[in-house]
């Protein structure tokens, strides 16, 4: 899954503490796989998919084979099924009935009588209604024209929602999938397609898929819908790639580089794309950015690019990351879901290794600076952990900004260190040892140490093991043939070695630096003055670095230095001073660099100089040949309260773009501004079509910027189902401030409500999104129906959120003398509710059929699918 997927749109919490949280949370504790006394060597499951009950029909035959001589039975997990029955086959080939045991959760079946190292068959029967893990989807009141489809999302743990299996990513097996659908609809699954039969006298077509090559359970997938199709190939490996029907147009377009990065990575890894073929799907409504089923990844809508989109938009970040995946993930898997970084952190590092590829290596820094600006973020306000943590309530849990962009930049860091061609040896090595089997971090160390020489357990252990990251401020001076560079460590200390470039008229030296504690000095010998000090120029350090340089020595390295990476980095320590001739800098730079993403740095410095000087220079480069400048440019007009931003931004407003970004940012911009001119401006950009709905939603997130009551009831508005998730979420976010904005208790009131509304959601970045919202709103009202999400909530990112809303929201409260009643309220509710739980459960275990399902949420009905309560 990419990290762009994961979070919910970013709500600024108004409160907390300095300094990070800590990852865990009341209740959580180390977790530790269970046992596995059988293995399922292979699994062949056959459903029928009834498109209008919402169900699966299925029945999986299992081939088992004995691992623990004194197990008696083997536990599979299944959830909610009905009608469940077990066979096996016996000596004399023939099925028979099998003893077993079934809790709506865990299905136990007798296998006393296997020897030890034996295999054995067995069929389970079941049908099943299920709400996680596999989802249909269609039209309904709200959203007509959606299509019908099926699509399966099985990580971290979910597939067992719908056939019954071991569903652990550290066990494998081989699959077949055959499944019958609906004409005309198309079945994709793992693996190779065997036959295709049609059965027309009841309209119906089956598909049988087969994967030869065992992989995780998680991994099984199926998407279900009427499809176009492209198709490629590469060396003789099949290439597809599906989207629903009238979207085939988008599809070269979105995803047409995929062999080439085929090609880069089986060349880089030594190792040729690991399975039968490549398929990828694009679905409505995918609650992931991606996921990167074994042979077949399914992504988001988003993936698809209409004609204007590319000009500044490209998916290959996201194909490249899923990609990836079929390396690290589904040919090598984490052991334990605590070594998710195996999986996320290698895709996520791979996405940069296609970017050098691609545009070099200067944007392959630039998205290394931006990982390293979202690492920074989540570990200093929202919690910091350890890449390998076991302490959680759920493995989603650990799917963050430490787990995919900690863990690429872990990787850069160790190829920086190693360099490049004992990095890729490193790593061939770890691959080629390891391929088709289930790892954990210390077989990544023991690879590289063994194709290197080096010893890398320290590195290891402070990078992967050890919470937090280092703050690094720099300074220097120069004096009589000596550069004195002082380095102070803002928090704990990390053991790091620092690379220092020193530039004088003779040329230029590297140096490095060993920080080993809170403060020191070093004396660097060098002649004359020093005409540039670049601190890690590479970027090699995961680690955030405050530049206190000159500035005079910041403007030589923003106008001179070679790489862009120390340009760039320049520039945002420009942005921080407040004189002329930073100004003149960076207006020289925006103007005049080669490289984009430095004169994007330098819009975004020149806002934060907030003056007259800085916004002329802005306002002369609006129109930039490049949109992703021109994007950038707009960006920074919006931090101006000046009528001459506003007016600016009003003008570009009401004129057509080539790119949709340029224009979303712009109508977002405006809203910043805080002119009251903007609110008729942006109403009416809410009623704009745009790809993805960039412009609408940019233009509820201009609203929410107003900070003005008048925002409030568009922004409602735009809270309901049938609204784009993506617009959905930025009013929502607009929300969270109306306390800031309106004295109006009862339309708070009916906010509150509205937010509540949302956290049964289907899409659980919606729900995400409004727990946050509630959380800022500081209503203490919030807390029950936050405590509900936290219990009942079916995805495991809503109830982490959750969580963390309810430790917020109850610190910020902490002085107001109702809430130790509001807590004991909101235990009570808890004992109610375990009581009616246990009766509940009484009440299914009488009924026939074992257990059912819960009520639904008025999304749920529409959908079919829903958060709501277990």
């Known amino acids: 899954m990419p990290h762009d997927a994961l979070c919910a749109h970013a709500v600024s919490a108004a409160f907390g503490p300095e300094g990070a949280r800590p990852f865990a949370l009341a209740g959580d504790s180390p977790q530790y796989a269970r046992d596995r006394s059988f293995a399922v060597e292979r699994t062949v499951l056959r459903v029928r998919l009834d498109l209008d009950a919402r169900t699966v029909h299925g029945e999986a035959t299992l081939e088992v084979r004995r691992i623990d001589p004194q197990a008696r039975e083997l536990t599979l997990d299944a959830i909610a099924f009905d009608g469940v029955e077990v066979s096996r086959l016996d000596d004399a080939g023939a099925l028979r009935a099998g003893a077993f045991r079934y809790d709506g959760a865990l299905l136990a079946i007798d296998l006393a009588d296997v020897s030890d190292g034996a295999t054995t068959q067995l069929t389970v029967r079941w049908r099943a209604t299920p709400r996680r893990g596999l989802y249909f989807l269609g039209p309904d009141a709200a959203v007509p024209d959606r299509p019908r489809q099926v699509w399966s999302q099985g990580q971290d743990q979910d597939n067992r929602h719908w056939f019954p299996c071991l569903d652990h990513p550290g066990v494998r097996s081989k699959t077949e999938v055959i499944v019958t659908v609906p004409d005309p609809l198309f079945a994709l699954s793992n693996g190779v397609l065997l036959s295709r039969t049609a059965h027309a006298a009841e309209g119906t077509t089956t598909f049988h898929w087969k994967l030869a090559e065992p992989h995780p359970a998680y991994l099984v997938m199926l998407a279900v819908a009427d499809f176009e199709e492209e198709h490629d190939e590469v060396d003789g490996l099949p290439v597809s790639y599906y989207a629903l029907r009238g979207h085939g147009s988008a599809l070269r377009r979105s995803l047409g580089r995929t062999p080439e990065m085929i090609r880069l990575f089986s060349r880089l890894l030594a190792q040729p794309f690991p399975w039968e073929k490549y398929a990828q799907v694009v679905v409505s409504d995918f609650i992931f950015g991606g996921m990167e089923n074994t042979s077949a990844t399914t992504l988001y809508e988003r993936a698809l690019l209409d004609e204007r989109a590319p000009l500044d938009v490209d998916t290959e970040s996201l194909v490249a990351h899923e990609l990836a995946h079929q390396w690290f993930g589904d040919l090598l898997t984490c052991r334990e879901w605590t070594h998710a970084w195996l999986n996320e952190g290698f895709a996520t590092y791979f996405e940069h290794v296609w970017r050098e590829h691609a545009e070099g290596h200067d944007a392959y820094l630039y998205e290394i600076e931006h990982d390293l600006d979202a690492w920074s973020e989540e570990d ?367 339309q708070l009131a009916q906010i509150r409500e509205l937010l509540v509304d949302q956290l049964d959601d289907f899409d659980p970045n919606v729900a995400i999104t409004a727990i946050l919202a509630l959380r800022d709103l500081r209503d203490r009202s919030a807390l029950v129906a936050l405590d509900r999400a936290a219990q009942r909530s079916l995805d495991g990112r809503v109830r982490r959120r959750a969580r963390e809303a309810i430790r917020d929201l109850s610190a910020a409260l902490a002085g107001d003398a109702a809430v130790p009643a509001l807590r004991d309220e909101l235990e009570k509710l808890r004992d109610e509710t375990r009581a009616l739980r246990d009766r509940l459960s009484a009440l299914e275990a009488r009924a026939p059929g074992g257990a059912t399902g819960g009520e639904t949420s008025p999304s749920e009905r529409a959908t079919g699918q829903g958060s709501g309560p277990a």
Request: include cysteine.
């Open 380 to 746: 200093g306000a929202r919690y910091r952990r350890a890449i390998v943590d076991n302490r959680w309530a759920a493995p989603i849990d650990l799917f963050d900004r430490h787990l995919y962009q900690k863990g690429g930049l872990v990787l850069h860091a160790l190829r920086q260190q190693l360099g490049d061609d004992a990095f890729w040896r490193g790593i061939r090595l770890y691959v080629a040892r390891h391929r088709g089997t289930a790892v954990e971090t210390r077989d990544l160390l023991r690879a590289m140490e063994d194709a290197t020489g080096r010893s890398l357990e320290a590195f290891f252990d402070q990078w992967v093991l050890r919470p937090g990251m280092p703050s690094l401020a720099i300074s220097s001076t120069w004096a009589d043939g000596l550069l004195a560079l002082t380095v102070e460590q803002r928090g704990e200390s990390f053991s790091v070695d620092l690379p220092i470039d020193v530039v004088t008229a003779t040329g230029t030296a590297r140096h490095r630096v060993a920080v080993r504690s809170a403060k020191e000095t070093f004396s660097i010998v060098c002649a004359t003055a020093p005409l540039r000090v670049v601190v890690d120029p590479e970027l090699a350090l995961p680690a955030r670095v405050e530049n206190a340089l000159s500035a005079a020595l910041l403007r030589a390295q923003l106008a001179d230095d070679e790489r862009a990476a120390p340009r760039w980095r320049a520039a945002r320590a420009l942005g921080k001073r407040n004189e002329p001739a930073a100004v003149k800098a960076l207006a020289a730079a925006l103007i005049g660099d080669a490289f984009w993403g430095v004169r994007a740095e330098c819009a975004g410095a020149l806002a934060e100089q907030r003056s007259a000087a800085a916004l002329d220079v802005l306002l002369a480069v609006a129109d930039d040949a490049d949109a992703r400048v021109r994007r950038a440019v707009a960006r920074a007009l919006g931090a101006f309260r000046e009528p001459r931003a506003a007016d600016r931004l009003l003008a570009d407003v009401a004129r057509v773009d080539a790119s949709w970004l340029v224009e979303a940012e712009r109508v977002r911009a405006l809203g910043r501004t805080r002119d009251p001119r903007a609110l008729e401006a942006l109403n009416t950009a809410a009623t704009r079509s745009s790809w993805c709905d960039v412009v609408r939603t940019a233009a509820l997130e201009g609203l929410a910027a107003m900070r003005d009551a008048r925002a409030l009831p568009p922004l409602m508005a735009h809270v309901h189902y049938g609204v784009s998730a993506w617009s959905r979420r930025a009013a929502i976010v607009g929300l969270a401030s109306a306390r800031e904005v309106s004295s109006d208790e009862t």
